[in-house]
């Protein structure tokens, strides 16, 4: 990689400007850690980086397949990108992330949008020097769809953010839940060198970061593939050991991997977060088995009842799926139904969307579109109402929390975390962002917590 890292910047020292790329990341954190890594290596490349199209020489969209929408976006994004490249003919556009997998996408690609030049797999990121090498030597195509090998520990990344980081510490997933595309563009499990992540940890904590957020499909299998048999529980152990002011967050857990140990080291430890993202798809034992999740309702909550045994206000969310394949009114109550026993903080909601090549796709869904409207709009009522009462458990309490930025409200709102993970406004100056303070909650809506900075 270096080498060709080396050619790139000397074929583009010879141009009067200095080229500019631009990454657009969609989908979720995993993926934009990758835009990170493309940055750095357009940096490393000679490029300067910009976010107008118009700008550009180089545009990579690093897109999402996890549900049609998104696929539609970029398909959409690809489109508008046609007369920039009309107008400037040396553009170079790409196509990276999860959707590069798929071979109908790269089909389409080939038949309707020949102006995009490079696809580069999941797997490939660091063979980008060497494609666009070839593409900047006259190809006018250079693809590499890999998906199952990791990316190299030499790439780094172009944080966006000074005092918040994502650090993956394991890529694929073997699960194979039956709706889901991940496994088929991300590959299986490989997780990272426990000492290279407790090093970069290390890193961060000592530049000043107050916020690591661990990131995998499925962080609770970590370790499954490494000699050394390290598991999560103890990663988090040793992470938890370094010192200073942070907070360390995770993404996602699997519910049927969701331990007492792993419960356990949450609430011992000092810098993470009492807040656990445990995503229970459906609150019915029949559509859990048709999803192929392994677990079922009651041992689902036996994790809840554990967690909060330890910490009655330990914080949980979750992702549910409206309208898995002949979800029946019946199913779709017992999920309702779920929501309201747990008394979730907050609930991700996503209708079905069938993905091509996965087991779900395959059956003959008979649930009408506008049902499933319906039970969205009726579960999106519910968790309202069920995050407003939530929050007011917070009410004249002091929370500590993690300034992020100017709130939508604009100055003098500031807005920011908890570390069980609520939104918390609260009136500051902009020189707040990025640290840490204790506020006295006075006020709830269904969507954060207000209240005033105490010193
Ligand atoms: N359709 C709708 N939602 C999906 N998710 C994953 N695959 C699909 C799909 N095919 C949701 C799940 C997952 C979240 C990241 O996206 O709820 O937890
Ligand atoms: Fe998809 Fe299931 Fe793996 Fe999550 S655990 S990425 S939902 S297959």
Redesign the pocket.
């Known amino acids: 990689m270096e080498q060709e890292i080396q050619t790139v910047r000397e074929r583009l020292a010879a141009s009067d400007e200095q080229p500019l790329a631009m990454v657009q990341s969609f989908g ?1 954190q995993l993926n934009m850690t990758d835009g990170e890594k493309l940055k750095w290596l357009l940096l490393s490349m000679g490029y300067g980086l910009t976010e107008e199209p118009e700008q550009a020489d180089l545009i990579l969209l690093n897109t999402c397949a ?2 049609e929408h998104a696929e539609d976006r970029v398909f959409g994004h690809l489109g508008q990108l046609k007369p920039y490249k009309q107008k400037k003919p040396g553009l170079i556009i790409g196509l990276c992330g999860c959707m590069t997998a798929e071979e109908p996408v790269r089909e389409k690609l080939k038949a309707s949008y020949p102006y995009v030049n490079l696809v580069v797999g999941t797997g490939a990121l660091e063979r980008l020097p060497a494609m666009l090498l070839e593409i900047l030597g006259g190809k006018k195509h250079s693809v590499d769809a890999t998906v199952q090998s990791a990316p190299s520990e030499e790439l780094s990344q172009v944080r966006s953010c000074s005092f918040k980081a994502s650090v993956p510490i394991m890529y694929g997933c073997n699960n194979f839940c039956t ?3 991940v496994p088929y563009v991300r590959g299986r499990e490989r997780s990272r060198d426990p000492k290279i992540i407790e090093r970069q940890v290390r890193e961060l904590v000592s530049q000043g970061c107050k916020e690591i957020f661990l990131l995998g499909q499925n962080v609770n299998s970590y370790g499954k593939d490494l000699p050394d048999g390290i598991r999560f529980p103890e990663l988090l152990r040793r992470l938890d050991a370094i010192e200073g002011e942070y907070w360390i967050r995770f993404m ?1 857990s699997h519910p049927k991997d969701a331990t007492p140990e792993l419960i356990d080291v949450i609430c011992n430890s000092r810098h993470v977060e009492k807040h656990l993202h445990l ?1 229970v ?1 459906s609150g019915s034992d029949s559509i859990l088995h048709a999803m192929n999740r392994c677990y079922t309702v009651k041992k689902y909550l036996e994790t809840v009842r554990y967690a909060r045994s330890r910490v009655p206000d330990f914080a949980l969310t979750t ?3 409206v309208g898995f394949p002949n979800e029946t009114d019946e199913e779709f109550s017992a999920t309702l139904g779920l929501l309201e026993q747990v008394g979730f903080d907050n609930v ?1 909601s ?6 091509s090549g996965t087991k779900a796709a395959q059956i003959a869904d008979h649930t009408p579109a506008q049902v499933k409207t319906v039970r969205m709009q009726q579960l999106l009522a519910q968790q309202r109402e069920t995050s407003t009462r939530l929050y007011r458990r917070f009410l004249g309490r002091t929370m500590q929390v993690l300034f992020e930025g100017v709130s939508r409200k604009g100055e003098p709102w500031l807005t920011g975390k908890s570390t069980e993970g609520v939104i918390v406004e609260a009136k500051g100056d902009p020189s707040r962002i990025g640290t840490f303070a204790d506020v006295h909650i006075e006020e709830t809506k269904n969507w954060a917590v207000l209240g005033t900075i105490l010193d």
């Open positions: 979720c996890v549900r709706y889901c595309i996602s995503p798809q992702d549910i799926i991700y996503f209708i079905y969307s069938p993905r």
